[in-house]
Structures are given as C-alpha cells and as structure tokens.
C-alpha cells in the first residue's frame, strides 16, 4: 500500500463532491493538513461546476454521516468566514 500524498487528498475532496462516497475518499480526523488540502480539493471542484447550491450545503450534504469529520473541516475552512453581509 502507497503513502497517501497531498495531492491524492486534493483530488479526493473533488472526486467526493463529484458523488464519490468510499472510504478511502474521506481525510482522516484529527489530520489539519490532509483535510485543508482536501477541503481546496472539494472547493475547487465546487467553484469549476458552476453550481447554484452554495459551497457550504454541498459540504454538509457530501459528508452526511460523517458529523466529527464535518465539525473539523468546517473548523479549518468555512467556520472561519465571517458571516457579515453590507
């Protein structure tokens, strides 16, 4: 078995937002740098699509079932926008 790389986590977070839902496509908890990369991953396939759905409700909706991982990445991304709209 190889060593996931950085990489590997960027392109995972696109290919789960793509409706890739295995295992292996979910950073390990308590890993900051492996779901920082994997949440660029997830947003930039977010912001290539074109979607309407905000970037926000498509991360709680792929990661439904998964409430710590959730809970962390939103700590390292999201949670951290302020929230304030002029």
């Known amino acids: 078995m190889r060593e996931t790389t950085m990489l590997d986590w960027f392109d995972a977070g696109s290919r789960v937002l793509e409706g890739g839902r295995t295992p292996e ?7 900051a740098q492996a779901q920082r990369v994997w949440l660029a991953g997830f947003a930039g396939a977010w912001a290539e699509g074109g979607s309407d759905e905000a970037a926000e409700d498509a ?3 792929a990661l439904g079932g998964r409430p710590t991982l959730l809970r962390q990445l939103w700590e390292l991304g999201p949670g951290k926008i302020a929230r304030r709209w002029s």
Do not use: E, T
Request: no cysteine; glycine share 0%; hydrophobic share 60%.
């Open 25 to 31: 496509l979910f950073p390990p908890l308590d890993d």
């Open 59 to 61: 991360l709680v909706a």
